[in-house]
């Protein structure tokens, strides 16, 4: 089974605008963390922002925010303001501590920002 | 700042050859991972390494090797290349066990 879901493999959005892309997440473990990383067109992978699973609060980086449902075991990726320059591969993580923290990525989601 | 250095960037290699992917990380990060990735797949693991002398299998080792003398080392050694071993390949590091991912920029392997 997928640790990590990306149900989204494109999304469009207008520079200036929110978007917002999804990452599920399967784990039974209390502890472990979600990341998200960026891939531009030039190929590399850029960390972007982390939640772990006992923060309270949701985390945010400058323009991206993590939106973290617990219960719902969900960790989708906020930008806002969209840039030109925003466009890229978005890969959701997971470290699991029952799985000894090994990363696990989900595949990914291609984000496209229109002028 | 040199942070994660993979080489080569780009390689061609004929069905049966063998090569070897350096990676070297100047940050003194105990955790290094090799990823290899698909169009729509994301990144699939093949080798970690918790610290030099350690190495464990991830998801995808078949067709790989790996060797950890070293901290700064991690380098990934395909033996008899095959056209399904067409991939790009990651080469990460972190320094805590639950930390993020510093990656290499990439290597771009074509078996033919």
């Known amino acids: 089974a997928q640790k990590i879901t990306q149900t989204q493999p494109g999304m469009f959005v207008q520079e200036k605008e929110a978007v917002t892309l999804d990452c599920t997440y399967d784990t039974s473990d209390p502890s472990y963390g979600l990341f998200w990383y960026k891939q531009p067109s030039s190929g590399e992978m850029i960390f972007l922002i982390y939640?772990?699973?006992?923060?309270?609060q949701n985390a945010t980086e400058g323009r991206y925010s993590l939106n973290f449902q617990k219960a719902r075991k969900s960790a989708n990726l906020v930008i806002s303001a969209s840039q030109l320059g925003d466009s890229a591969m978005y890969f959701c993580a997971m470290r699991e501590g029952g799985g000894s923290y090994i990363p696990t990525f989900g595949r990914g989601t291609s984000l496209i920002v229109h002028p | 700042n040199a942070g994660v250095t993979q080489t080569p960037k780009f390689r061609i290699l004929k069905i049966g050859q063998s090569m070897t992917l350096q990676c070297a990380q100047d940050m003194n990060h105990n955790y290094m991972y090799w990823y290899r990735q698909d169009p729509g797949m994301g990144l699939k693991l093949i080798y970690y390494?918790?610290?030099?002398?350690?190495?464990d299998k991830g998801e995808v080792p078949n067709g790989y090797n790996v060797s950890r003398s070293t901290t700064e080392d991690f380098p990934l050694r395909l033996e008899l290349a095959a056209p399904s071993q067409t991939s790009v390949y990651f080469c990460?590091?972190?320094?805590?066990?639950?930390?993020?991912?510093?990656f290499g920029e990439g290597s771009r392997l074509t078996v033919l």
């Open positions: 939640q772990g699973s006992y923060d309270q």
């Open positions: 990460a590091s972190s320094n805590t066990v639950a930390g993020e991912l510093f």
């Open positions: 390494s918790v610290g030099a002398g350690i190495t």
